[in-house]
């Protein structure tokens, strides 16, 4: 093969490095295409593969809910949908015949099965608060006169959020513990241990961190199902 005496070694050299960088860039992944967040529930779908710390911004001052009673019924469009997601996975838990409706037998065999000794009176009680059939809806409007007392989770996590400085998503239980009995509406020692006895705690990074609760994870177990009013 003869080579053209017009073509100096440089330049083909230069050929060869812009040949070989476009080999490369075709054959690099392209990431894939950002899913779609428009809607609510695909936001709350991305939330759950890709977690991450967002906390929310101050909106002033906090107007509870209106009170529930009995008979009202809470609209859709009023509720975190998050929290009807995990009331959707309950629910599917205690319907142990899936027939669509939870009765008397699959609270008995869910007590059973959390090792618990049902009791029938107790049972009773609770499938009188329902309107019957409890099925899904009527499940979710129990559950919404229930935790009507309960502040919304965004309203929680805009409070503890106070105390993380650096936005980590943790905070220390001992500061936590010092504000409970010192300021405010002041706790008990027995009933501040017993306010964070089944706060979730945060993987310690090192063996010198101290116990931190994980703030968000505590404020998704006691945020009710309604939404933050606005105004």
């Known amino acids: 093969m003869s080579m ?6 440089e330049d083909l050299e230069r050929r060869r490095r812009r040949t070989s960088s476009a080999r490369k860039a075709s054959q690099t992944p392209q990431p894939p295409a950002q899913l779609s967040t428009d809607s609510e529930a695909m936001a709350v779908i991305n939330e759950i593969f890709n977690p991450r710390l967002k906390l929310p911004e101050s909106t002033g001052h906090y107007t509870l809910p209106e009170e529930l009673s009995a008979n009202d019924q809470v609209s859709s469009k009023d509720l975190d949908i998050a929290k009807l997601a ?3 996975e309950v629910f599917t838990l205690f319907d142990t015949d899936c027939d669509g409706l939870i009765s008397k037998d699959d609270l008995r065999f869910t007590y059973m099965a959390l090792g618990n000794e049902p009791n029938e009176q107790l049972l009773e009680q609770m499938m009188q608060e329902a309107h019957e059939p409890l099925d899904y809806e009527s ?10 007392e309960l502040d919304p989770e965004e309203v929680l996590l805009e409070a503890w959020s106070k105390w993380d400085d650096h936005g980590t998503g943790k905070i220390d239980e001992r500061k936590i513990y010092e504000e409970l009995i010192n300021y405010g509406d002041k706790l008990t020692v027995s009933e501040a241990k017993e306010a964070l006895s089944h706060a979730p ?3 310690p990074k090192t063996l010198e961190e101290p116990p931190m609760i994980d703030y968000p ?6 945020g009710g199902m309604r939404k933050r009013k606005t105004p």
Do not use: G
């Open 4 to 9: 053209d005496p017009s073509v100096s070694l």
């Open 86 to 88: 995990e009331l959707k």
């Open 139 to 148: 499940f979710v409007q129990l559950m919404c006169r229930r935790t009507q």
């Open 201 to 203: 705690m945060a993987k």
């Open 217 to 222: 994870a505590f404020c998704r177990m006691l």
